[in-house]
């Protein structure tokens, strides 16, 4: 029972991400900053996240928060 909460506080968390990329505002989403990187693809995304326009920013929240909504979205489902 407790797995579903924790996976549908994620998901909920994934849903907000993505509505952050679309409806946030540009001076918000240029001044994120990602934390430390502990693995290459992680190196690679705040890299990526960090020296480009703010259109790729958005796409790039937009797709994390997809994923992140996705998988938890279907781990309620599936546990």
């Known amino acids: 029972m407790w797995l579903k ?3 549908g506080i994620i ?3 994934g849903f907000m ?3 952050f990329s679309v409806f946030g505002k540009k ?3 240029d001044n ?3 934390g430390g990187s502990i693995s ?3 190196l690679i995304f705040d890299l990526l996240f960090e020296l480009s ?3 790729v920013k958005r796409i790039l929240l937009f797709i994390l928060g997809l994923a992140i909504a996705f998988f938890s979205t279907m ?3 599936y546990s």
Do not use: N, Q, R, S
Request: no cysteine.
């Open 27 to 29: 001076k918000a989403i």
């Open 32 to 34: 994120m900053t990602m």
């Open 40 to 42: 290459l693809f992680e």
């Open 75 to 77: 781990g309620v489902i």
């Open 17 to 19: 991400l993505m509505w």
């Open 53 to 55: 326009p703010t259109l």
């Open 5 to 7: 909460i924790l996976l």
């Open 11 to 13: 998901a909920i968390l």
